[in-house]
């Protein structure tokens, strides 16, 4: 390999090596299975491990990970030129395949997490088919599959069933996009890429995104629906936020303090794209601004007694940040690994269009279509009402004391 001197003077790529393939197509996938497996995250921990802080958010969690779910492999379809043959990794399976292998993966966690949310909401649509009219009535009963037996013997087996597609739908989650990152960390002819931490920080990152993604949405369908804010469930949501924050900015830390302590042949090149090319979206924007910035405030949130209206803030603003750090995190994943020539002497550069097939507003549009699903089946299966605890921003007070005695 050529002298790291060398690049601004050579600057040599190959004549079939001049364009970025894997376009924002390829960032919004990893993005979007990644706020799946977070907000389920938080629905088992609830479900699971008995966490009952998240019950006012266990079940808007689960319709997120669903809406979500519904639009993960869009980006990929779009990116593709013939959507209709991505059919042919499950009717001819190669289980050799990489990408074969995330189809499996993907299906299988599919049932089992529509499964899981049939069993959590069985109660409300028996009741909804019985006291629904026309075509609802007709949709409720649908759905309930013929089974209209809501007693508490029959309630308690749907909960120990609910227990156990819930766990494992957890390693389920954590595999689906665990293996996202193992797609990148798995060529090792990528420096930026080639890394066993890749699964881990993709994982990380994905709690984080979809603990941020929850807490918005959780606030904008509170307000909407003119609900009060579970203080208890928010300060709970703000502290695993700022756990899951704090392992995945000290994994990447490490990841690339490794690689300069090592300085193995590809630093030289690795050094370059992170001064040059990768500066702003990953040095001053992911790691000082969308980093940094939420890391204190979740801080400050988590270590001091706040009032109700302070933390409430610092939820918007630090979830807000931490949506962009991430999709940060996957465009210099995805995108910066690119920047590499083949020849390792030349870079390339990748501006997405606006109304490209594979542009600025089709990313837009897609990210805005699960959202629109969320909101229907939010609308279809109430589940923010009836919350315990319930605490208004402007009645605050009454509670502070409280929450000074109190560690969440």
Known sequence: MLHFQHFHVLDYSFPNDLNIYWSLMIVLYPYITGLIAGAFIISSLYHVFDKRAFKPVAKFSLLMALGFLFFATVPLLNHLGHPERAFNVMITPNFTSAIAGFGFIYTTYAVVLMIEVWLVFRKDIVVYSKSSQGILKSFYALLSLGSDNIGDEAMKVDRKLTIFFASIGIPLACILHGYVGFLFGALKSNPWWSTPLMPVIFLLSAAVSGTAALILLYLIASKWKG????????????????????????????????????????????????????????????????????????????????????????SIVSSLLLLLQVFLMRWNVVIGGQHFSKSFTGFKKYTPLFWDKEGILAAIVIFICPLVVIYILNRLFPNLEGNDKKVKISGEKENEEKWRNKKI
């Not at 936020?241 to 193995?264: G, K």
């Open 227 to 314: 609900i009060a804010v579970d203080e208890e469930c928010l300060r709970a949501l703000n502290k695993y936020l700022w756990a899951f924050l704090i392992a995945d900015v000290s994994l990447e830390f490490l990841e690339v303090l490794a690689r300069f302590y090592e300085a193995a042949e590809e630093w030289e090149l690795v050094h370059y794209l992170i001064t040059h090319n990768l500066f702003y979206t990953f040095l001053i924007f992911q790691f000082m601004v969308c980093s940094l910035v939420p890391l204190v405030l979740l801080g400050i949130s988590n270590i001091f007694p706040l009032r109700f209206s302070i933390t409430y803030g610092i």
